[in-house]
C-alpha cells in the first residue's frame, strides 16, 4: 500500500531528462569544464522538456551570481593569498610546532594543527594543502615520516579547508538551499574542530605503532618557555583569524564584511613587516582570480539547472523512488552518506553541491532531518573525497609538490578516511553535533 502510494507521487521521467543526463556525465567524462557541462545539460534539459522557458538559462547567469554571499569567496581566497606571501603562515606553524614538541608525532600533529589554522582563514582545501605542503613535507621526512604518509598527512589536513568556517562549500550551499552563510559556519565549527581531532588521533596512533618521530623530552617550564617565545614571534598572526571568528560569531559581521576586514588586515600586516609589495598584486589577483574563475560559473549555471529539475518533479521522484526501496530512516541516511562520498571521489564539490544539495534535501526533509545537520554532514561526507581517488585534489596537490605517485599517497591516507568516515556518521545520528552552537 506504502509502496502504491508513492508511486502515485512519483513523476514519469523519460528521454528528455536521461539524454541530458547522459550529455553531462559525457562530457565530464571527456575533462569539458564542469561549468560548460552543466551549462550544455541545462540547455538541452529546457529544450527537450519545454517546462521552463529556454530564456531562463540567460537569466540564471546573471542572478545565479547576484548574491552579495558570494563576494566572500575571493575575498577569503586572497586572504589565503597573502598569508602564504607574507610569511604569516610560517607564524601558524611556529606556534603549532611549540604547542606539540613535547609529543611523539610532535611535528606530525604541529602540520595537522596548521592546517586547521590555516583553513580558518582560507576556506580552500587546495589552497591548505599547497601552502603548508610547502613548508611541512620536507621536515616530516626528515622526522622519520615515510614521504607518502608524509604527503597523505598534509592530503587529509587541509580536508579541513571546507569544514572548518570559513568555507566557501557553506556559503555555495547556504546559497543553493536559501540558508545563511554564518549560521552554516556556526553550526559547523564543532564538526570542523572534530574532523580536526580525527585526523590528529590517527597520525598519534600511526606513529606510536610504527615510531616514525620520537617526542622531545620536555618540562613544563621548558615547553611553557617555547609555546611563549612562539608566541611573542608570532601573535599577531592570530589577529586575521580571531577578527573572522569573532566579527561571524558575534554576529557583529557578515562572511563578506569578515573577508574583506581578514585581507585588509593581512594586507596591512605584509606592509608594515616589508613582505608585501606593490608589485606582489597583480600576481595575487590573477591566482585568486583563477580559483573563483572555476567557482562562480559553476554555481550561475547550476539556478537554470535546479528550477529546470524542480520543474520536471526531479526531486519528488528521487524521494519517492529511494523511500520505496528502502523505508528505515537509518538506512536512508547511509544511502545519501554512500551518494555524497561516491559524489566526492570523482567531482569537485561545488558541482556536488549545486546538483546533489537540491535532489538529497527532500530526501533528508521526509525522514525528518534539519536542514542544518543536512548541509554539515553533506559539506563533511564531500570533504572525504579530497583524499580518495580518482579525483582526490588534495592527492593531486601534493603529489604535485613532492613527484610522488597519487596511488602510494591514497593506499596511506585510508586509515584517514576511515576516522573521517567516523565523524560523517557521528554527525548525520547525532543532530547536537551540528546544532549545539546555535542554541
Known amino acids: 500500500m506504502l509502496w502504491q502510494q508513492m508511486q502515485q507521487g512519483a513523476v514519469a521521467l523519460d528521454w528528455t531528462f536521461y539524454l541530458p543526463v547522459a550529455a553531462f556525465l559525457l562530457l565530464v567524462a571527456l575533462a569539458v569544464p564542469v561549468w560548460v557541462a552543466i551549462g550544455a545539460a541545462s540547455v538541452m534539459l529546457l529544450t527537450a522538456s519545454q517546462v521552463l522557458p529556454l530564456s531562463l538559462v540567460g537569466e540564471g547567469l546573471f542572478s545565479g551570481i547576484d548574491h552579495f554571499a558570494l563576494t566572500a569567496i575571493p575575498l577569503f581566497i586572497l586572504t589565503g593569498d597573502v598569508l602564504v606571501r607574507t610569511g604569516l603562515s610560517r607564524k601558524f606553524l611556529d606556534v603549532a610546532e611549540a604547542l606539540t614538541n613535547w609529543t611523539r608525532g610532535g611535528f606530525g600533529s604541529a602540520t595537522v594543527l596548521v ?59 547556504g546559497l543553493v538551499l536559501g540558508i545563511s552563510a554564518s549560521t552554516l559556519f556556526k553550526a559547523a565549527l564543532i564538526p570542523g574542530v572534530l574532523i580536526l581531532a580525527a585526523i590528529l588521533a590517527t597520525n598519534t596512533v600511526l606513529n606510536r605503532r610504527h615510531a616514525w618521530e620520537q617526542g622531545h623530552a620536555l618540562s613544563l617550564s621548558e615547553w611553557l618557555a617555547n609555546l611563549g617565545r612562539a608566541l611573542a614571534r608570532g601573535w599577531y598572526a592570530f589577529i586575521v583569524p580571531g577578527v573572522i571568528f569573532w566579527g561571524i560569531f558575534s554576529g557583529r559581521l557578515t562572511p563578506t564584511e569578515a573577508g574583506a576586514s581578514a585581507v585588509t588586515i593581512t594586507i596591512a600586516m605584509g606592509f608594515v613587516m616589508g613582505t608585501l609589495k606593490l608589485a606582489d598584486f597583480p600576481s595575487m589577483m590573477v591566482s585568486s582570480a583563477k580559483v573563483n574563475g572555476v ?120 586509515p584517514f578516511v576511515l576516522f573521517m568516515l567516523t565523524v560523517v556518521l557521528l554527525i548525520a545520528f547525532a543532530p547536537a553535533v551540528s546544532t549545539l552552537m546555535l542554541s
Not at 523505508?327 to 549545486?354: K, Y
Open 295 to 414: 567557482i562562480v560559473p559553476i554555481v550561475a549555471m547550476s539556478l537554470p539547472l535546479a528550477q529546470a529539475l524542480s520543474a520536471m518533479g526531479v526531486p519528488q521522484s528521487f524521494v519517492y523512488t529511494m523511500t520505496g526501496f528502502v523505508s528505515e530512516p537509518w538506512m536512508l541516511i547511509l544511502v545519501m552518506i554512500a551518494i555524497l562520498v561516491a559524489a566526492g571521489c570523482v567531482m569537485e564539490t561545488t558541482p556536488n553541491i549545486v546538483i546533489l544539495a537540491p535532489l538529497l534535501k527532500p530526501l533528508a526533509d521526509e525522514i525528518g532531518m534539519n536542514e542544518i545537520q543536512f548541509c554539515v554532514m553533506m559539506i563533511t561526507a564531500l570533504g572525504v573525497g579530497f583524499i580518495t581517488p580518482p579525483l582526490g585534489l588534495n592527492l593531486f596537490v601534493v603529489s604535485g609538490l613532492t613527484g610522488e605517485s597519487v596511488l602510494r599517497i591514497s593506499a596511506r591516507a585510508v
Open 115 to 173: 592546517c586547521g589554522m590555516f583553513s580558518a582563514i582560507s576556506g580552500s582545501d587546495a589552497a591548505g594543502a599547497a601552502a603548508v605542503g610547502r613548508m611541512t613535507i620536507e621536515r616530516l621526512v626528515e622526522s622519520g615520516y615515510p614521504r607518502p604518509y608524509a604527503c597523505a598527512l598534509v592530503a587529509a589536513g587541509a580536508c579541513t579547508g571546507i569544514l572548518i568556517p570559513p568555507s566557501i562549500a557553506y556559503i555555495v550551499i
